[in-house]
């Protein structure tokens, strides 16, 4: 029997000061924000290689100079992809049509704002993939860091209302719509303000050393510039 062909996308994008994880400063400078995220993105990136599917991609909005930035950033063997179309929506359609097209069986997408995510909801997704045609992974504020496919579907991303806390409700009842079976994995959280970045922080502190080393690095860093 042929072993299904398995891609892991993370949506990420060029980390840049002013413009990335603005939401954390104060206290953290836009500089700092933006290397926090550089870890943050790293380890999301690392999550997806340990995994050792047949590819790994980051699919970035174009900016200029994205491209070199995290080339720079990111190991060579991560694909870099700068999106067709612009926002989420089109980023979820974009890296959902350009993968399959290219023959993978399952496609599973991530974020790029959770550092802790462990390898299990990964493996779970694939499993759910074999009798669903979508799954899901929920963040607690509304929305969700994780999506699966084996099959595209754009409609499931119409008319969605983005950077909400009805993401995930309005996802699962368009695929309700379509007619689509939709599995959903391990809830998760992402680091947007300082309360979620201090609950990583005590995380952290009783998790395993190998979980999350670039966003601990940059932490112990900001801690030590704090001082």
């Not at 104060?26 to 999301?44: G, I, N, R, V, W």
């Not at 209302?161 to 998760?188: K, P």
Request: hydrophobic content about 40%; glycine content about 8%; aromatic content about 6%.
């Amino acid at each position: 029997m042929t072993s299904k062909r398995r891609a892991v996308v993370v949506i990420g994008k060029a980390p840049k000061p002013g413009s990335t994880k603005t939401r954390l400063c104060p206290p953290l400078t836009y500089e700092q924000a933006a290397d926090l995220y550089s870890a943050f993105l790293s380890d999301c990136v690392d999550v997806a290689l340990s995994m050792n599917w047949d590819h790994v991609s980051v699919i970035h909005p174009g900016d200029d100079g994205a491209r070199s930035t995290l080339g720079a950033l990111l190991p060579a063997t991560v694909r870099l992809i700068a999106q067709r179309g612009s926002g989420l929506g089109d980023a979820l359609t974009d890296a959902f049509d350009r993968h399959l097209a290219e023959g993978f069986d399952e496609v599973v997408l991530i974020g790029s704002d959770n550092p802790t995510i462990p390898v299990t909801v990964l493996e779970t997704a694939a499993e759910a993939l074999g009798t669903d045609d979508v799954v899901l992974g929920p963040t607690e504020d509304g929305g969700y860091y994780l999506i699966g496919m084996s099959a595209s579907h754009p409609g499931l991303f119409e008319a969605i209302t983005w950077s909400t806390d009805v993401v995930l409700a309005e996802t699962m009842a368009r695929a309700v719509a379509l007619d689509l079976s939709v599995q959903t994995v391990e809830s998760w959280y992402d680091i947007d303000t300082v309360d979620d970045l201090m609950r990583l922080s005590r995380e952290l502190r009783e998790l395993p050393a190998d979980v999350a080393p670039a966003t601990r690095r940059e932490l112990e860093r900001l801690h030590r510039q704090a001082d």
